[in-house]
T-cell receptor
Framework: ETGVTQTPRHLVMGMTNKKSLKCEQH?????MYWYKQSAKKPLELMFV???????ENNSVPSRFSPECPNSSHLFLHLHTLQPEDSALYLC??????????????FGSGTQLSVL | AQRVTQPEKLLSVFKGAPVELKCNYS??????LFWYVQYSRQRLQLLLR??SRESIKGFTADLNKGETSFHLKKPFAQEEDSAMYYC????????FGAGTTVTVRA
């Protein structure tokens, strides 16, 4: 499959659970991003990885832990989340990363519900 | 802090009528501005960006530095234009507006 793929599409977890979101891109891009989309709020940038190195952490709580083993894969490890963390988590990629003039390619997102 | 504002959460127009989605930015430096669109059951995708000065699906957007705006316009709306539209921009970090839901009625 081409483009940006996210799994799972839906996730329900308790506050004590540990889960991971996965993102994979088949576009040959070097930058990957995690965004959070909550109801009634703008898209919030969480993390940016450029050539596997984290270049942006937008004051995200430590209960969210990103991992980027290579330029094609990005994970978001979740533990001891709160109900207010329920949101749509979007992964995106871009050619080079770091600049604001690049086109972002988005995945379909993981709809997370924290009970 | 750099910020992108979309004042309208909902916009409803009739087919064939003009549509304009407002976007204002508030940061210094040379702005890089975009419009992204999300159609029903599809992923968020780029519609157009100001550096390209292009028209996509009949939409255009002009950067007005004096008014710090980047409004999206289409002279004749179509039903397939119904979607969620996000303005995005930044000088060193991309920020998204809250989005405007457009409904085009027959």
């Amino acid at each position: 499959e081409t483009g940006v793929t996210q799994t799972p599409r839906h996730l329900v977890m308790g506050m004590t659970n540990k889960k991971s979101l996965k993102c994979e891109q088949h576009l040959g891009h070097n930058a990957m991003y995690w965004y959070k989309q909550s109801a009634k709020k703008p898209l919030e940038l969480m993390f940016v990885y450029n050539f596997k190195e984290q270049t942006e952490n937008n004051s995200v709580p430590s209960r969210f832990s990103p991992e980027c083993p290579n330029s094609s894969h990005l994970f978001l490890h979740l533990h001891t989340l709160q109900p207010e963390d329920s949101a749509l988590y979007l992964c995106a990629s871009s050619q080079v990363g770091g600049g604001t003039n690049e086109k972002l390619f988005f995945g379909s997102g993981t709809q997370l519900s924290v009970l | 802090a750099q910020r992108v504002t979309q004042p309208e959460k909902l916009l409803s127009v009739f087919k064939g009528a003009p549509v304009e989605l407002k976007c204002n930015y508030s940061y210094s430096g040379s702005p890089e501005l975009f419009w992204y669109v999300q159609y029903s059951r599809q992923r968020l995708q780029l519609l157009l960006r100001h550096i390209s000065r292009e028209s996509i699906k009949g939409f255009t957007a002009d950067l007005n530095k004096g008014e710090t705006s980047f409004h999206l316009k289409k002279p004749f709306a179509q039903e397939e234009d119904s979607a969620m539209y996000y303005c995005a921009g930044g000088d060193y970090k991309l920020s998204f507006g809250a989005g405007t839901t457009v409904t085009v009625r027959a």
